[in-house]
């Protein structure tokens, strides 16, 4: 009883803002029955009648269109083409045109009627005949349904399919661009009733007006849904479905409702085609002088329970206040209370964000460890995986996952580019692929590279996953990441379980080693890589390079270089193949430098960046670019160091090269800066023969090689191996072989 008493103020502050919520509750609740709640009622009701209306216009539209396409694939006109030399029959070309002229006549808003066939370009529409490619260049122009698109697809087992609405452009005669929005239905071929493609283009407008969208409440809206929930029609853009979808729940065999923002949201499913049509009405009226009235009879009534308050307030709030100030830090100051409170509390607030963003930064910097934990080959121990399961619902809310690695490159300086930290880039992509895929996760795992886990309900989405992928990576080089070069690889299907992490983890990291060097889009897809073993790696061209490094022949290098890899990249060997042989060539090229003590640090430099090029290379370009800057700066490295002539290796590339030239003892003691007799002993201690035999060992060498290939005569075989006249040639190669020239030629096993 005491310390009722002595709570007597708070019980009496309690009452008074009691009585305050029960007057002005009892107030709206006149307003509501006697203007809001009515007039709502009775307009919500009329609206409901006309949407139902509205939605059988839609299914008898469609009911319209599906009857066209079954009467088309009915008329006799199958093969047009003649099976002899597939030439067109024409007249049956313009009978089936002028038939659907007449059909498309019939149906004020189709666009156009277009029949195509699988293996031909011809497209016969209502207005005329064209090739499909012209027709989808000029008359319809999209970004992605072109040509090929709907040749594509058309090949593809499909069912009856309705397209989203989207713009076409057409390009008159005048080059003036007119768009439309069109609505592309495409007739199905699981059971084939002729060989037609029937596409029928589907105009918005004229759509919208035949349905009489106008008899709809003013500000009210339409959004048409297909099975699987693509928006296929909507008459206001920019709608946000993401939380209206959350929050209902589709049952086959009833209606559902919901308010949200201001809105209420009205869900009808049809019984012809299962297409979910969502009415978008506002539940709030203005300019309505009940309302009015009403209102204002409630601001007096405010008015004056809020003088009475603040005289009940200002009596018990006193002490109260003081106290809080004196939480806050402020109780022994003097001055405007309130204003100190307001202060401390913002102050608070601030340490609250702050703390905030602390708390986040962490959670996710536990959610990206718990990620790249699952990647590791090396198993955890059983508390550690209790304590991190909390976090799996994160990565996973759909029943399958495909996993992708997303790879950033930097381009040229002289490029603009987009100035973002890793986890401005993170965010990026988040964002980017959470609009074309759905549910993503995305993490950075090592310099550009992104993973992340795209959820899908079913493993027949993942085709339309790439899809999306490859949209997302030509949209993000234009706009989120301008300035870099984005490839993705994809993974196949696995379940939604963390030990299926490491498996998609270490499927991507092979599909990245195996992709091909020559690639053939932006998004690599896994189940698409085949085994190549013909790797061409010819020893004799490389040793030429070694060669023409040593002679300081550089464009002869680059030339080699450039065919080995282009003779690689049309192979189609895989990535790991050719960085193995970039590599190898490197070495080969780092022979010809004499490393000493103050060039090695660069040169181990100059490796690493190389091997770094190499590996991270997307395609085979990136990888011979690299070589080819090592092929400068070995060219250059051996311009500056005049490495000594006099040595094995010189001189028998030397008489390699210049095997066809007069190679006398005077001119390579000329070229090796000594004299002709120390060059004669140097060369038979050396190579343990005189400097004439070995020189005619490597002329004949490439004489028999010449022999064996080649439809030269004898003469000219002994001019181009370095010999003056056929007869010395002739004795000298059968001095050493035992053979004429022409002998070997008819028997060239002897």
Known sequence: MNRLIASRGLLQIFFALLLVIVIMFVSNYVVYKNSISGIYEKVAQNNRLVVKNIIQSYNNSFTTVNNLIFTIHGLPYDNLFASADGSIDMAKVYSLQDNITTLASSVDYIEDIIIFFDNHDLAITSKGTSDMSVLFDKKFKHDIYNTGYWKTFARSKHPSTVFPADTFVSQGETMTKKSRRLIPILDGNKVRMSDKNILVMINVDKLLNHVDMKAMLPGASLIVLDPARRIILSTEQDWDLVEVLNDVYFNASSEASLTHNNFEYNFYKSDYNSFVYIDKVPYQFKNIDSVTNASRTIMIMAIICAVILSAVLSIYLYRPVKGILKLLGGGSIKGNDFRKIHSGIVKVQAENESLKKQMNFVDLEIRRGVFLQTLDSHNHSQEYEIQMQKYYPYFFRDRQFVMAAIHLKGLHADKEQTDLSIEEMTEAIRAGLQVEAGHVVVFHSSQLQFLAMIGIGHSSERAA??????????????????????????????????????????????????????????????????????????????????????????????????????????????????????????????????????????????????????????????????????????????????????????????????????????????????????????????????????????????????????????????????????????????????????????????
């Open 465 to 750: 996953v790439i899809g999306r992928l490859e949209a997302f990576v030509q949209r993000a080089e234009k706009e989120e990441l301008k300035g870099f070069m984005l490839w993705a690889c994809i993974s196949k299907v696995y379940d939604s379980h963390m030990r299926n992490c490491r498996a998609a983890y270490q499927e991507i990291m092979n599909g990245m080693q195996y992709r091909n060097v020559n690639p053939a889009g932006a998004v690599l897809d896994t189940t698409s890589i085949r085994f190549v073993a013909d790797m061409h790696f010819p020893f004799e061209k490389i040793e030429k390079l070694s060669n023409c490094m040593l002679s300081g022949k550089t464009n002869e290098g680059v030339r080699i270089i450039t065919d080995l890899i282009k003779e690689n990249a049309d192979r189609g060997i895989h990535h790991h193949q050719l960085v193995h042989a970039a590599r190898s060539i490197l070495s080969h090229m780092m022979k010809q430098i004499e490393v000493s003590p103050a060039l090695a640090k660069e040169l181990y430099r100059l490796e690493a960046d190389f091997l770094q090029k190499v590996e991270n290379a997307y395609g085979y370009k990136d990888i011979q670019d690299a070589l080819l800057e090592a092929v400068q700066y070995v060219a250059s490295k051996r311009s500056q160091d005049q490495k000594s002539k006099l040595n094995p290796a010189f001189i028998s590339q030397y008489i390699e090269l210049h095997y066809m030239e007069n190679l006398y003892l005077d001119h390579m003691a000329e070229v090796l800066d000594t004299s002709p007799k120390y060059f004669s002993n140097y060369f038979k201690k050396t190579f343990g023969v005189n400097y004439v035999e070995y020189l005619n060992k490597v002329r004949l060498s490439h004489a028999r090689e010449q022999l064996k290939h080649t439809d030269l005569s004898i003469a000219e075989i002994g001019e181009k191996t370095g010999y003056m006249n056929s007869s010395t040639f002739t004795t000298t190669f059968k001095k050493y072989y035992g053979i004429s020239p022409s002998e070997y030629r008819k028997n060239p096993g002897d």
